[in-house]
């Protein structure tokens, strides 16, 4: 099955600067890839996600890259804000497979 | 907007007892999981539905974990017994279809004392 992979497991970043999460998967088949956000005590909510047709995708100051060939993918946000703290988790799946996710994370803004 | 629905929201419990969740998904939506989330990690998949069928049970702790989807729409989770070990949150998401964002709900916080 497949095997999401991801890295850091923590990040700080000063206020205004680039947060980057990568992530690896394992399994060829997997077209789709989401990121969710998960603030304390709430439920994971889509932030962006790609297709595998799709090399780069932007919305505001969040873009994901995808890499197939290395099966990478990676989250990108731009001048950070206190509000972007949270945790963030990468998924991938396809027509054929469950939605799985990496293991998180945990992204702190310092003002 | 519509939600995926989940009662109850906190559910203390005793080892050894049974115990289960509902999840009532958004309308439409074909594909339903179950996943547990321990506290600082990520959603560990349970069991994937596709309408009333059994896609992926393969990480389903079967001796003491059953999940059932009867008419396709709704879903239940059970524990029969309840160990320490499963205290956790339990939450189930919903898809139109397959490879599409999932929506989950607020979950089901579950204490094993």
């Known amino acids: 099955g497949e095997n999401v992979e991801q890295h850091p497991s923590t990040l700080s970043v000063q206020e205004g600067d680039s947060a980057v999460i990568k992530c690896t998967y394992s399994d060829s088949a997997s077209n789709y890839f989401p990121w969710y956000k998960q603030e304390l005590g709430k439920r994971p909510q889509l932030i962006i996600d790609i297709r595998s047709n799709v090399g780069e995708k932007k919305d505001q100051r969040i873009a994901v890259t995808l890499n197939k060939t290395a099966k990478h993918f990676s989250l990108h946000i731009t001048e950070t804000q206190p509000e972007d703290s949270a945790v963030y988790f990468c998924?991938?799946?396809?027509?054929?497979?469950?939605?799985?996710f990496g293991k998180g994370t945990r992204l702190s803004v310092i003002a | 907007e519509a939600e995926v629905a989940q009662s109850p929201r906190y559910k203390i419990t005793e080892k050894s007892q049974a115990v289960a969740f509902w999840c009532d998904p958004i309308s439409g939506h074909a594909t339903l999981y179950w996943y547990r989330q321990i506290l600082g990690q990520g959603p560990e998949l349970l069991v994937q539905?596709?309408?009333?069928?059994?896609?992926?049970d393969s990480q389903l702790p079967k001796d003491r974990f059953s999940a059932e989807r009867l008419k396709g729409v709704d879903s239940t989770l059970k524990i029969q017994p309840a160990e320490l070990g499963d205290s956790a949150m339990y939450l189930c998401?919903?898809?139109?279809?397959?490879?599409?964002?999932?929506?989950f709900g607020q979950g089901t916080r579950l204490t094993v004392v």
């Open positions: 998401a919903s898809s139109p279809i397959r490879d599409t964002e999932a929506f």
């Open positions: 539905f596709q309408d009333e069928s059994v896609v992926d």
């Open positions: 998924a991938a799946n396809s027509g054929n497979t469950p939605l799985v």
